[in-house]
């Protein structure tokens, strides 16, 4: 069995909406030949193996493909590691070193960069409804952000993501769209996206993104680990 603390990350100030996620703390309890059948069985977008907690060593699944980076697990993460007392200032995915701080406000931060992020296509609408009125995702794309201007003023983006190629039919919040989208579009914005779930993104030094937002504990579960696949 595998202790699995799930999160849901990038909720709203009152602590509602926010994607859930799943981390183990502990990656030893599942070899790394399993892994990627606990995160199917578990069925959330995204789930976390922490090999290490004093170096940030991780590795993510989504219930189809290892991702290098992605956004919502890396924050969560390092969210969850400073509730633990065992805060970190660095993750380290496959894709590289990820720097990660808290602030006053008690929001969690991530700096990532675009490339490290799989391609995603993006589909601009009018208007928030038109975005909200979509019953799959735009033009049978396998990996797409459909989003609007919400107040343009402000910077707040209202949102949806399809991501199929990925095993995920549409996300609750993606915060490594929002790394894309922001660096895309240099400047500071606020994305809404799903049912209700909010992800700060802005540009950060050197051409690198930073995305942001509020964590919590939905519960702690014990999951059964398959026997890892025999070599062929």
Known sequence: MATVDVLRVFSTRDGT????????????QVPVESRQQVAADLGFSETVFVD??????????TPKVELPF??????GTAWLL?????????????????????DDRGLQWIRGRAEWVPEIAFRQYPSPSDV????????GLGFVEAWSWADEAAG????????????IPEDEATGAAA????????????VRQGQGSVILARPGPDGTAEIGGRCTIAETRDQPVPPAPSAA
């Open 17 to 28: 909406g926010g994607n859930p996620l799943g981390v183990v703390l502990y990656g030893a």
């Open 52 to 61: 290490d907690p004093a170096t940030g060593q991780v590795q993510i699944f």
């Open 70 to 75: 992605a956004g919502h697990p890396l924050v």
């Open 82 to 102: 400073g509730k633990m007392d065992q805060a970190v200032d660095t993750l380290r995915p496959p894709a590289g070193e990820v720097p990660t701080w808290s």
């Open 132 to 139: 909200e009125g979509l019953t799959e995702a735009p033009d």
């Open 156 to 167: 707040v983006i209202r949102a949806r993501v399809f991501a199929s190629d990925v095993g």
């Open 179 to 190: 790394v894309r989208l922001v660096t895309e579009l240099d400047r500071p914005i606020e």
